[in-house]
């Protein structure tokens, strides 16, 4: 079974910048993607990036590219992501999600396994 630890998340004030990141248990992290997901009171989930496990292709939601950059280190089986230039719109439950595909996928249907969460909330 997979498990996701997510951890850094906080109060920032807009402008500022976080660092989540994301461990993984498990085995062979070569062959799963791991993405980005974040929910907002009263919102929908909504992609916010992903990271294939090989070539660390990356593909970001519009609304953060730019701003936002996820990494991995395959080394020590995490995710990163890390927040620059935080808007009061990036407040939100942010979700780690990986599934045993190398492909990439924005969609968080496709996903198997999830993290409990970490809270951003951003202050004006």
């Known amino acids: 079974q997979v498990q996701l630890l997510e951890s850094g998340g906080g109060l920032v004030q807009a402008g500022g910048s976080l660092r989540l990141s994301c461990a993984a248990s498990v085995r062979n992290v070569t062959s799963y993607a791991m993405a980005w997901f974040r929910q907002a009171p009263g919102k929908e989930r909504e992609f916010v990036a992903v990271v294939r496990p090989i070539g660390l292709n990356t593909r970001y939601a519009g609304s953060v590219e730019g701003r936002f950059t996820a990494y991995r280190d395959n080394a020590k089986n995490t995710l990163y992501l890390q927040m620059n230039s935080l808007k009061t719109e990036d407040e939100a439950d942010y979700y780690c999600?990986?599934?045993?595909?190398?492909?990439?996928?924005?969609?968080?249907?496709?996903?198997?396994?999830w993290g409990q969460g970490t809270q951003v909330t951003v202050s004006s």
């Open positions: 999600a990986t599934r045993k595909r190398t492909i990439i996928c924005a969609t968080g249907d496709e996903y198997e396994f």
